[in-house]
């Protein structure tokens, strides 16, 4: 069986895209958690973990996967969300 692999943006591991999450930016430009994987718009994978949020959080890791300045409210509100998956 092929599983696709992709890469966390935190932590830069290799991993089944089933063990990683997909963060997306809507063409509203909302920046939202994507369980689903199936949200149109850019995506981005990260590890199910609050470590690799916070270490997204503090190098600003999603600024350079949207290729836009995201505010620390945004990571602050993505670990909630994701502690409440
Ligand atoms: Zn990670």
């Known amino acids: 069986m092929n599983n696709p692999q992709r890469t966390c943006i935190a932590c830069k591991s290799v991993k089944d895209k089933k063990e990683l999450i997909r963060i997306v930016r809507t063409k509203e430009g909302e920046i939202e958690l994507d369980p689903t994987g199936r949200e149109n718009g850019r995506g981005a994978y990260i590890c ?11 190098s600003k890791g999603l600024d350079r996967s949207f290729k836009s300045q995201v505010s620390v409210d945004v990571y602050d509100r993505l670990i909630v969300e994701l502690q409440s998956l």
């Open 48 to 58: 199910k973990d609050s470590k690799c949020f916070e270490t997204l959080k503090k």
